[in-house]
């Protein structure tokens, strides 16, 4: 399967603690983004990179979030001292873009659940 | 602010019926408007797209109906299934200034076998 993979599916951690996600895109796929999902609302953007860069980040995005994707390859986002409001599905999607087309191709998720 | 307004919230359909679902935004600068499909546990997954030069588009039991001038655009399923069961989303992709999909707040559709 060359989709979009994550790991882990699920983590379950303390409030307090450190956690990373890994992000590896389709492999030809120069885009790749970030969203969160809570339970009954649509996906909302985090951040974005193109290739090695990252050129958009949402305000959602607090210093206690950080993005990276070294090589422009796979990608890590890491959340810092986790709080409860942290608990739902992060999405990584990545797409290359096509003319004013950006087909975006989503990952499994990482469910997150803060204790 | 970019805003994608989606409804109905829940939709329960019998197999076989049409199920409909509209989206509708406030900003001009979309360009690209994609369905996704969501099963519980599940990341979205692309179901059928449209680009506002045409105004539908057709993809077996899918259809998206793009209306520019009203600003609304809408997803059809025709003959429903049990297996069609899932939460809709609508999204717009900007023109410019931004590469983030807005996405709407989703459709959870229940198709009654």
């Known amino acids: 399967d060359t989709g979009v993979s994550q790991d882990p599916r699920h983590k379950i951690t303390k409030r307090g603690q450190n956690v990373t996600f890994r992000c590896d895109p389709i492999s030809e796929h120069n885009r790749l983004y970030w969203y969160r999902q809570t339970l009954g609302q649509g996906p909302e953007f985090l951040t974005y990179f193109q290739n090695e860069a990252q050129l958009e980040k949402s305000r959602l995005l607090s210093d206690r979030f950080s993005a990276e994707r070294p090589k422009g390859s796979f990608s890590t986002l890491e959340i810092q001292r986790t709080e409860q409001g942290d608990s739902a599905m992060y999405l990584c999607?990545?797409?290359?873009?096509?003319?004013?087309?950006?087909?975006?191709?989503f990952g499994p998720g990482t469910r997150l659940t803060v204790l | 602010q970019q805003q994608v307004k989606q409804s109905p919230q829940s939709l329960i359909v019998q197999k076989g019926g049409i199920s409909i679902i509209n989206c509708a935004y406030e900003?001009?600068?979309?360009?690209?408007f994609p369905w996704y499909q969501q099963f519980p546990g599940k990341g979205p997954a692309l179901l059928i797209a449209?680009?506002?030069?045409?105004s539908e588009k057709k993809e077996g039991r899918f259809t998206i109906s793009f209306n520019k001038s009203a600003k609304q655009f809408s997803l059809h399923i025709m003959d429903s299934q049990p297996g069609d069961s899932a939460t809709y989303f609508c999204?717009?992709?900007?023109?410019?200034?931004?590469?983030?999909?807005?996405f709407g707040t989703g459709t959870r559709l229940k198709v009654l076998a």
């Open positions: 900003n001009t600068a979309f360009d690209y």
């Open positions: 999607a990545s797409s290359h873009r096509s003319g004013s087309t950006d087909t975006q191709y």
């Open positions: 999204a717009a992709f900007p023109t410019s200034g931004t590469y983030k999909y807005i």
């Open positions: 449209i680009r506002p030069d045409v």
